[in-house]
């Protein structure tokens, strides 16, 4: 186990088929399951995304949580909003 070529350091990147993401595994899989062109676009879309990204320096992980975040908004409440409301009926 010492001495070979991989280190535990390398388990925090990112999986890579050839010189794609592996996460894109998932919809060309899809497609090759469903031979359609509506799931070829998916497919095509989403690899081009995935590039996109990739030349942007930014992980798929880190993508979808700022979307996530430009979706809600930037306030974000300190407390849970059934502690500012109270309980109901009671």
């Known amino acids: 186990m010492s001495g070979g070529c991989c280190h535990w350091s390398y ?3 990112r999986p890579r088929l050839f010189v794609f993401d592996a996460r894109l595994v998932y919809p060309l899989g899809l497609w090759l ?3 359609s062109w509506a799931t070829f676009a998916v497919a095509a879309v989403s690899a081009a995304v995935f590039l996109v990204l990739e030349r942007l320096g930014i992980p798929l992980d880190t993508a979808l949580l700022m979307a996530r975040a430009r979706l809600v908004g930037p306030v974000r409440p300190a407390v ?3 502690v500012l409301r109270g309980r109901c009926g009671h």
């Open 80 to 82: 849970e909003l059934s």
């Open 11 to 13: 388990t925090a990147a």
């Open 33 to 35: 399951l469903h031979w």
